[in-house]
Nanobody, 123 residues
């Protein structure tokens, strides 16, 4: 059974950093496409970043470029989103997700999703 569990969200001041984690079971993080998405109140869900499982290549949408870094730890079967220089507009529920099909760009409607973790950026 595939399961993804996010952690690491919380309240942070503007300019601060957070690292989100996604612990997975039921598959290996290097065998599925893995990605991070977010949804702010009143807005559509948007993709942020992903890693292709065929070659380990990373992809970032403009909202994540330069401030966010996706990574994976194959031994721990966990992947991460390091977020730096956070802004109030980054406030959202963040979701990790995975899919067995490897397409490029690797952000699309995945089959498997975590429950989400709230990130609030406020002073």
């Amino acid at each position: 059974q595939v399961e993804l569990v996010e952690s690491g969200g919380g309240l942070v001041q503007p300019g601060g950093s957070l690292r989100l984690s996604c612990a997975v079971s039921g598959f290996r993080v290097n065998r599925y496409v893995i990605g991070w998405f977010r949804q702010a109140p009143g807005k559509q869900r948007e993709g942020l970043s992903c890693i292709s499982h065929s070659d380990g290549k990373s992809y970032y949408e403009d909202a994540a470029k330069g401030r966010f870094t996706i990574s994976r730890d194959i031994a721990k079967n966990t992947f991460y989103l390091q977020m730096n220089n956070l802004k109030p507009e980054d406030t959202a529920v963040y979701y990790c997700a995975a899919d067995p099909i490897d397409a490029w760009p690797c952000l699309y409607n995945y089959d498997y999703w975590g429950q989400g973790t709230q990130v609030t950026v406020s002073s």
